[in-house]
């Protein structure tokens, strides 16, 4: 098994501000839930982490993905609650460098016209643990939605890994304050994902082989689970 620490991306913050839907930059923090005011609801944010580490690709194509979770670094206390959310994944061919490309990206809960972009697999993360500044909180096992990803038809390095973390429904507590967010500290990264994964060639005769190996050195009994 590989285990990648991925902090390289970059990312937007998105809210509705009452009337409409507005985007913020988001290299330094990532934020859900409600804000300061009726001026930042239904926040949410997408990370769009770089499928490379120092050149070499961070997941391969239809890799067997183990485990995976965000791993979300708050700046401060975050304590107020329930804050609710969900984790998706976001498929090639979305866009996000506008709120109008967002909006067609992520979906019909902020107002696409239809969710062809995103995993139909979603993580319910909801009733969010009190957060404690600079102290690391992962997110629950988001293995299914980064298979979803790693499956589609061309990936390769070039590929972004977009994970949308939102509660654009509204299903958290809608008052001030009842946040959760991962910042920027001491210029350490506010969020990793971090991947466990077992690679196998794709070419069906080599998966036999590899598989076969691995069950006989008892790495993984699994054999059912691969597509041959």
Same mark, same amino acid.
């Given at each position: ?96 460098? @506008?709120?109008?490309? *967002? ?6 809960? =902020?107002? &696409?016209?239809?969710? +062809?972009?995103? $995993? ?75 991947? @466990?994964?077992?690679? *196998? ?6 998966? =036999?082989? &590899?598989?076969?190996? +691995?069950?006989? $050195? ?11």
């Amino acid at each position: 098994m590989t285990t990648v620490n991925i902090s390289n991306y970059d990312g937007k913050n998105v809210v509705w501000t009452g009337s409409s839907w507005a985007m913020n930059s988001a290299p330094s923090e990532f934020l859900v839930g409600y804000g300061i005011d009726s001026t930042e609801q239904k926040m949410g944010s997408v990370m769009l982490f770089h499928n490379s580490i120092a050149n070499v690709i961070a997941l391969p194509y239809k890799c067997n993905i183990e485990e995976a979770h965000l791993v979300l670094v708050p700046n401060n206390n975050e304590g107020n609650g329930p804050v609710n959310s969900r984790i998706t994944g976001g498929l090639e061919g979305g866009s996000w460098n @506008t709120i109008a490309a *967002y909006q067609a990206s992520r979906g019909t809960v =902020v107002g &696409g016209a239809n969710n +062809n972009y995103i $995993t139909t697999i979603q993580v319910t993360w909801d009733n969010i643990p009190t957060q404690t500044a600079q102290v690391a909180h992962n997110s629950p096992d988001i293995k299914t939605v980064i298979q979803k990803l790693v499956n589609q038809v061309g990936w390769n390095i070039n590929y972004n890994i977009p994970i949308y973390w939102d509660d654009h429904e509204a299903r958290g507590t809608q008052l001030s304050f009842h946040r959760r967010r991962a910042k920027t500290y001491n210029l350490s990264p506010p969020v990793v994902l971090s991947v @466990t994964y077992v690679s *196998y060639p794709t070419d069906p005769l080599l998966r =036999v082989v &590899g598989i076969a190996r +691995n069950f006989a $050195t008892g790495v993984t009994g699994k054999v059912g689970k691969y597509q041959l």
